[in-house]
């Protein structure tokens, strides 16, 4: 079944370090793909997408590119700070006749010292 | 817009007892979605609506859940007789219906975290 599988973390990092968070996914043909970011205490927001094959999503300073040979969508950000501290969930639809529901990783916890 | 909004932020109940969570979408979105997230994971899915039809169910959803969208804006659901393992962050999430990619464009609430003891 449609699945994401994100790298094992929490990641520790000092500030202006280079991120990279590894996402690989199985899935029915070549659904849209998400990263979302999750500060403390607060909801899930949209971090950046990628609707097709080498397509790249890009905001804040991350980046991700669709990757179909290797069904990979890894985030990376030259220069991380503090303010990075998250949870970072890589995800894409359900596929088949879902009606839009998305299917996430377990997550990534990124901490920023500086 | 003020986003997403859920009430309450946080639920500690006994073991038996209902409860009964609400959700604001944005106003505009007339997709809402329900997710479970537990400690360590990534949001699970639970339900969907498209205005006030429930179209999609996860079989994650017994039959102690019960959820609602009566006119097709805020959403509610409730878990009667609650189990220790109900304990979870339960997140609401709104969509625009349109372009199939903004479908999956999924607006979080802070999400409602449910103790049960």
């Known amino acids: 079944g449609d699945s994401v599988t994100q790298m094992e973390g929490p990641v520790t990092l000092s500030e202006e370090a280079f991120l990279t968070i590894n996402c690989t996914y199985t899935a029915t043909g070549y659904p849209s793909l998400f990263w979302y970011v999750q500060y403390p205490g607060e909801g899930l927001q949209l971090l950046l997408k990628?609707?097709?094959?080498?397509d790249k999503g890009s905001n804040k300073g991350f980046e991700a590119t669709y990757r179909k040979e290797t069904t990979s969508f890894h985030l990376e950000k030259g220069s991380v700070q503090v303010s990075d501290s998250a949870v970072y969930f890589c995800a894409h639809p359900a596929g088949g006749t879902s009606y839009g529901k998305l299917t996430f990783g377990q997550g990534t916890i990124l901490t920023v010292h500086p | 817009d003020t986003g997403v909004s859920q009430n309450p932020r946080h639920k500690i109940t006994k073991r038996g007892q209902n409860v009964t969570f609400r959700c604001d979408p944005i106003?505009?979105?007339?997709?809402l979605y329900w997710y479970r997230q537990t400690l360590g994971q990534g949001p699970e899915f639970l339900t969907y609506f498209q205005n006030e039809a429930q179209l999609e169910k996860s079989r994650l959803l017994s039959d102690r859940f019960s959820a609602e969208r009566p006119k097709g804006s805020f959403s509610t659901l409730e878990i009667q007789r609650t189990e220790q393992g109900d304990s979870a962050m339960y997140l609401c999430a709104s969509s625009r219906n349109s372009l199939a990619s903004e479908r999956y464009e999924q607006y979080f609430g802070p999400g409602t975290r449910l103790t049960v003891t």
């Open positions: 990628a609707t097709k094959a080498d």
């Open positions: 106003s505009e979105h007339n997709r």
